[in-house]
């Protein structure tokens, strides 16, 4: 059974940093693209940012680029989220999210819709 977990959220003061960590039970991440994607109240989830294990390729939004850093652990089967300059527009629940063989692009932008989810782990920003 596929199952991803994520961890590392919490109440973070505007400019800190935070590490969310997205685990994989259940399958190998080797040929997985995985995402982390947030959602607020009232929005849609939007894509942050996606790593492909098989290619090493990284998509990152545009509000994020220079601030987030994505990566994979795979002897560990895990990715992980380094969110740094955290601001209140960075608040909401975080998912990660794994697709066979996508494109990063695909992935993140939700071009191909994501089927297999974690629970997701509350990022909130605030002084």
Not at 69 to 90: C, F, G, H, W
């Amino acid at each position: 059974q596929l199952q991803l977990v994520e961890s590392g959220g919490a109440l973070v003061q505007p400019g800190g940093s935070l590490r969310l960590s997205c685990a994989a039970s259940g399958f190998t991440l080797d040929y997985y693209t995985i995402g982390w994607f947030r959602q607020v109240p009232g929005k849609e989830r939007e894509g942050v940012s996606c790593i492909s294990n098989s290619t090493g390729r990284t998509y990152y939004r545009n509000s994020v680029t220079g601030r987030f850093t994505i990566s994979r652990d795979n002897a560990k089967n895990t990715v992980y989220l380094q969110m740094n300059q955290l601001t209140p527009e960075d608040t909401g629940v975080y998912y990660c999210g794994a697709i066979w063989l996508a494109t990063v692009e695909a992935m993140c932008l939700q071009i191909i819709p994501t089927r297999t989810w974690g629970q997701g782990t509350q990022v909130t920003v605030s002084s």
